[in-house]
């Protein structure tokens, strides 16, 4: 029989530590404040106003990005499934910046940069969620000996490609939304200004273990970062019943957080809070942070190994994303301005980033060219590209319908 597991409730202290806080108007002194923003150039018209904060401007870039669009049919779980009670990345996003940002209010944090951060974390991931990851930075690695992640290629999306002039804060904060929480106590890093995280970016290209050591310089970044397990943990189960991967969550075994997504967004948020109001670092109660790490290890177990991210069509998906990136590879080299690589992304690129100039893009290495290009496709793009450029394959990835089981 499956453990009944109660709501955790505030610490009586730290809710009366809250209370007092909120009226007397107490400012967390650890809380990045607008003024703090750093930009790579000073523009007058990303300068804060009454009605536009500094961080607040960071989101409405974000969201008006292209790359934020295409979230709404990008995987974040199951991919080749017609129905519209699953996931995407665009629920996804949505969803660690509302329990992040219910978090950083409680603890007195900006929560502008937090919802920042929150919706731009995944603007660089590929299609095919994690497994989509794998198979890009597998073909980048062996053609240049560099390293992709979905949390690096979000800084450049940001930073680069569409060059929005974001905040650092935010940038450091998305850069290190990635890794595994892998500790009771998440301390915040050091970043001192754009030439250190230049350089840090780079070091994640050159070095994959660089980004295991990846910690955000502020509080709003650790806050997203934890926030991010949170969210995907119980949806991620609520998702897989949809599916019929579970019958039943009864399967796992949690002490104290619970295993459906109403208990573990409840009782993780309550215990951040109480262990981490006041303090110079977010953190967790033993016994929460215990069933945390079990929590993760079975979704591994039980949904993302055995299901497969991309239902049993993973080896066929894998060849179609090596047999894609050779044929845009060769485009690039031969400068083939007739091929999709030149006449869907570095043109819209250009026209839609209006500070990137084609002759200037097209002087990058080309093999991270065709990495832009395939990481920015959304999962029925990528099979509509296949079919264009090898319409003779009998590589073939169908998604279920709506319509299968009647």
């Known amino acids: 029989m499956q453990k009944s597991v109660r709501y955790l409730d505030l610490d009586p202290r730290v809710e009366r530590a809250i209370r007092q806080g909120l009226a007397g108007g107490w400012v967390n002194p650890h809380r990045v404040p607008d003024e703090a923003v750093l930009r790579r150039e000073r523009n007058v018209h990303d300068e804060a106003t009454l009605t536009r ?9 974000i969201l008006n990005l292209p790359a934020y669009s295409r979230y709404a049919d990008k995987t974040q779980v199951f ?28 603890l007195g944090l900006n929560t502008d940069l937090i919802e920042a951060i929150a919706l731009g974390h995944d603007v660089g ?18 053609n240049t000996g560099r390293y992709f992640s979905h949390n690096v290629h979000s800084v450049r999306v940001l930073d680069r490609l569409f060059r929005r002039n974001i905040g650092l804060q935010t940038l450091d904060g998305i850069l290190c939304h990635n890794g595994e929480f892998a500790q009771q106590q998440l301390k915040v890093g050091q970043m001192s200004g754009f030439e250190t995280f230049d350089a840090l970016v780079e070091s994640c290209y050159a070095d994959e273990s660089v980004i295991e050591s990846l910690r955000p310089s502020s509080l709003e970044g650790c ?27 009864g399967c796992f075994d949690a002490g104290v957080i619970g295993n459906s997504n109403a208990q573990i967004i409840s009782n993780l948020t309550v215990d951040i809070i109480n262990s981490s109001y006041g303090k110079d670092h977010i953190g967790m109660s033993g016994a929460v942070f215990e069933d945390l790490k079990r ?20 080896n066929i998906v894998e060849e ?11 485009d690039c080299r031969k400068k083939n301005e007739g091929s999709p690589l030149f006449k869907h992304h570095v043109k819209n690129l250009v026209a839609r980033s209006k500070t990137i100039a084609a002759a200037d893009y097209l002087e990058e290495e080309p093999n991270q060219i065709v990495v832009d290009y395939m990481a920015s496709m959304t999962d029925s ?26």
């Open 53 to 61: 904060t500094a961080f607040g401007r960071d989101i409405e870039k």
């Open 79 to 106: 991919s080749l499934i017609k129905n519209d009670d699953i996931s995407r990345r665009s629920l996804h996003v949505q969803l660690v910046s509302r329990i992040a940002r219910n978090i950083g209010r409680i």
């Open 125 to 142: 991931h590929t299609p095919f969620g994690h497994a989509g990851e794998r198979f890009l930075g597998k073909l980048y690695r062996e």
């Open 223 to 249: 806050v997203v970062r934890v926030s991010d397990m949170v969210a995907y943990l119980g949806k991620d189960r609520q998702d897989a019943l949809e599916m019929g991967v579970l019958s039943t969550l």
């Open 295 to 314: 929590a993760k290890q079975q979704n591994y177990d039980l949904i993302y190994l055995n299901e497969g991210v991309i239902s049993g069509a993973g």
């Open 320 to 330: 179609m994303f090596s047999d894609m990136y050779r044929a845009l590879l060769k």
């Open 381 to 406: 793009y990528f099979i509509a590209l296949f079919e264009h450029l090898f319409p003779h394959s009998k590589k073939r990835i169908i998604a279920k319908s709506y319509s299968h089981d009647l």
